[in-house]
């Protein structure tokens, strides 16, 4: 029946989560210590690190003028996506960012020190350096400090450390190991600021092209809409606003600036057209002006205009034509002219053909996005080399339709001057010189058409290069709290406190599991069906030799526990008044002298006659702890039949209520001396005298005597060494029981140390263990 019942103790493997939380909970000043120490550096991680804030822009894509509204902005359309995309690389480009930062300096920083951290001044600072001549790279830091209203100290930094000091006059220029610079103050340089020191540091150009960069993102709020968001962030909120606001201005300025460069193109191939077309006419006019000298004023037109009403039509037709004509090849020209390849084509030039008049727009407005691309140092983006195939494709077209233009009006001229001709037969009687004004006549009219055309282009070419506008809109100026978003100094605390904890918890768990020794009634439990009588606490003073540990009257825990296994014995031996008790234990140093001395001690507490009997004939070890006579012992007894019981007794020598029988000298044949009668006989004798005999016996298994001694023992007490005995061990303990080796055995856990028990049961004294595990009141 009480094998049954811990059987089913043993059963229950399961993990107890609050018991894991007191064995963590006892070990508190780990987790205090850990808790401090992580949580305060991450404090000073914290205090250190510089302040972080954000601002942020909502833009709008302005739609182009030659681009369908409804048709840019839906989510079927690949031009808006396209677009947008363009966009956000242009303004994310290396090159936008240079100037940005040439224009606001911020490749110059001014910062103080306030406590552990650096402070981003910017504005706030009370002094502005102009370095005269300075490489953008180069990299330079020193140390301003202001002394009066006009002077400041100037500290060359390297590495933390002063290569050079002077002083300098504000506002003029001198000469230093870095360069001519000039330092000058402003409103925000009081005397209350003197002495303090403010770190200048130039730093190279395209490292901070790099860090804003990092730092600014650019997303498409929504799919189908034009409207992006750009969010930078950086040590100071002034010059996060400052840099959003100028690197739009800046973008601005280049895509009007590009606009406008189609506009300036058109307008020098117009002026150029002007002036030789002027020079045309001047000659015309001088040749009819001396045509008519020679003739003395004569009209010859109002002579021949009988002759030449029927080719009047003609006449007219072919001019049209001329015109056409001498546009035409003036756009080839231009074309085909090899320094103009990579130009913007001049538009609406007046051709009849609208097909190239379409061609050039769609060619202009694909190399302006293509040009813009590579001012980013975008080469090699998947969309610049689309829009290269596009633009050597479509200047084919280009050309093309200019040549079929020509040819067509080529043909179309020959007619109308064939038919011209032929209707000219009719005035054959015409005289030379009339046919000579004719020709100047109409070279005139077809140049004062063209100049007058070309003056027209050269004003609506003005009037849209007046009104090339913006590609981008801000619709929300850059913008967001003044405090920091970084460093977060709940979020920094919090996790050193989260460090603080799991790093103490991961340790001390892994020891508690990778820990195989015996801990805890529980681990003896999971292996073992061996009736339980009790635990027995650590007691420090058992390490400054004071063995006998309880006390009549006391109730400290180890004087409990032994009153608890006192109790569990007398219920394993079913109120049998005479008894043979031995403590035995797998190997040394367990306590089983301990908690031989102790039980005796307790069980004379209760009146009864207790001896204590030291069996172990190799070391006796009782012996030397109760510092008896070495002069006769069990020894002496067990091998000379002439020593009597009295001649080995010792009365009273524990606590004065205990008698002992000690080992007297070591034995050279214990095993034959354990063997005699003589043992038999003096346990018979002693029982005649004794409540309980006691026996300190040797370990099992390391010797032969505890086998033998088990003939006289009618109560064994197993006793195990709390964190010494390894778990694996218990499976021969276990044997011992289930083949019945040593007499109604029992095991007593010794050395439990009050919250170090691991997660089982700790220990603890009152009402209630009874017998065996399953015997819980």
Request: charged share 25%; hydrophobic share 40%; glycine share 6%.
């Amino acid at each position: 029946m009480l094998k049954d019942t811990n059987i089913a103790g043993a059963e229950d493997k399961s993990i107890n989560v609050l018991d894991l939380l007191k064995y963590l909970f006892v070990h508190w000043k780990w987790f205090l210590l850990s808790v401090l120490f992580f949580g305060g550096y991450y404090y000073y991680q914290y205090s250190k690190t510089p302040f972080v804030y954000s601002k942020a822009a909502i833009l709008m894509i302005k739609t182009p003028q030659n681009t369908n509204v409804t048709a840019r902005f839906t989510r079927s359309s690949m031009m808006n996506t396209v677009s947008v995309a363009s966009e956000i690389l242009q303004l994310k480009s290396k090159e936008l960012m240079r100037h940005t930062i040439a224009t606001i300096q911020g490749d110059i920083s001014y910062s103080k020190t306030e406590g552990l951290r650096n402070i981003e001044l910017y504005k706030d600072s009370p002094i502005r350096v102009t370095f005269t001549k300075l490489d953008p790279e180069a990299h330079a830091s020193m140390t301003i400090i202001p002394k009066d209203s006009n002077h400041v100290d100037f500290l060359l930094m390297e590495n933390d450390n002063i290569i050079h000091s002077q002083r300098i006059k504000l506002r003029e220029e001198t000469t230093t190991p870095i360069g001519k610079l000039t330092i000058s103050s402003n409103k925000l340089y009081k005397p209350s600021i003197f002495g303090e020191e403010i770190t200048v540091t130039k730093i190279p150009r395209e490292t901070m092209v790099s860090y804003f960069l990092s730092r600014m993102k650019i997303v498409q709020i929504e799919d189908d809409a034009g409207l992006l968001q750009l969010t930078l962030e950086d040590h100071s909120p002034k010059r996060a606003t400052d840099l959003i606001k100028t690197l739009i201005e800046v973008y601005n300025e280049q895509t009007v600036e590009e606009k406008n460069r189609v506009a300036v193109s058109t307008a020098d191939f117009i002026r150029e057209r002007i002036a030789i077309i002027e020079r045309d006419l001047g000659t015309v006019e001088t040749d009819l002006e001396r045509i008519k000298m020679d003739n003395k004023g004569m009209d010859v037109n109002e002579a021949a205009g009988m002759y030449i009403t029927e080719s009047r039509e003609y006449l007219n037709a072919s001019r049209e034509l001329e015109t056409q004509l001498s546009l035409a090849e003036m756009m080839r020209d231009y074309i085909y002219d090899a320094g103009r390849s990579e130009k913007l084509i001049p538009s609406n030039m007046g051709l009849a053909d609208l097909n190239v008049d379409r061609y050039i727009s769609d060619y202009n407005s694909a190399l302006l996005r293509r040009n813009r691309l590579l001012e980013g140092n975008n080469s090699n983006n998947p969309y610049v080399q689309e829009l290269d195939q596009y633009l050597s494709s479509n200047r084919q077209n280009i050309e093309r339709a200019v040549d079929n233009a020509v040819s067509g009006l080529q043909i179309r001229v020959r007619n109308a001057q064939r038919d011209m001709a032929s209707a000219q037969k009719d005035a054959i009687s015409m005289p030379a010189k009339q046919r000579q004004v004719l020709g100047i006549e109409r070279n005139q009219k077809v140049k004062e058409e063209l100049y007058i055309l070309l003056l027209n282009k050269r004003e609506e070419n003005a009037l849209n290069q007046a009104m090339a506008d913006d590609n981008i809109r801000v619709i929300d100026p850059a913008s967001g709290s003044d405090f920091p978003v970084s460093p977060n100094k709940v979020r920094k605390l919090a996790i050193g406190i989260g460090i603080g904890i799991a790093i103490p918890t991961a340790i001390l768990l892994l020891i508690l599991f990778l820990n195989t020794s015996v801990r805890d009634r529980k681990d003896l439990e999971k292996s073992l069906t061996v009736p339980f009588l009790g635990e027995i606490p650590f007691s420090k003073n058992s390490k400054k030799n004071v063995h006998v540990i309880v006390r009549e009257q006391a109730t400290d825990p180890v004087t409990e526990t032994f009153r608890i296994l006192r109790t569990n014995i007398d219920f394993m031996s079913n109120g049998k008044s005479k008894q043979v008790i031995t403590l035995t234990s797998l190997t040394e140093g367990v306590g089983k002298t301990f908690c031989a001395i102790n039980l005796a001690t307790s069980l004379a507490f209760l009146k009864k006659k207790v001896l204590l009997l030291d069996l172990d004939l190799r070391k006796g070890t009782l012996s030397a702890k109760v510092n008896v006579p070495k002069t006769k012992g069990v020894s002496h007894y067990l091998a000379d039949r002439s020593v009597s019981l009295q001649d080995v007794l010792y009365k009273n020598e524990i606590s004065g209520i205990v008698d002992i029988i000690p080992i007297g000298v070591v034995a050279p044949n214990p095993v034959e001396l354990l063997l005699s009668d003589r043992l038999d006989s003096l346990i018979a004798e002693l029982k005649e005298l004794y409540d309980y005999i006691v026996v300190d016996n040797v370990p099992v298994g390391v010797v032969a005597d505890s086998s033998i001694i088990n003939r006289i023992s009618e109560l064994t007490i197993f006793v195990i060494r709390a964190g010494k005995m390894d778990k694996r061990q218990l499976p021969e303990i276990e044997n011992i029981y289930q083949q019945g080796l040593l007499n109604n055995m029992g095991v007593v856990l010794n050395g439990i140390r009050k919250g170090r028990a691991g997660y089982g049961y700790g220990y603890g004294y009152g009402y209630g263990y009874g017998y065996g595990y399953g015997a819980k009141k």
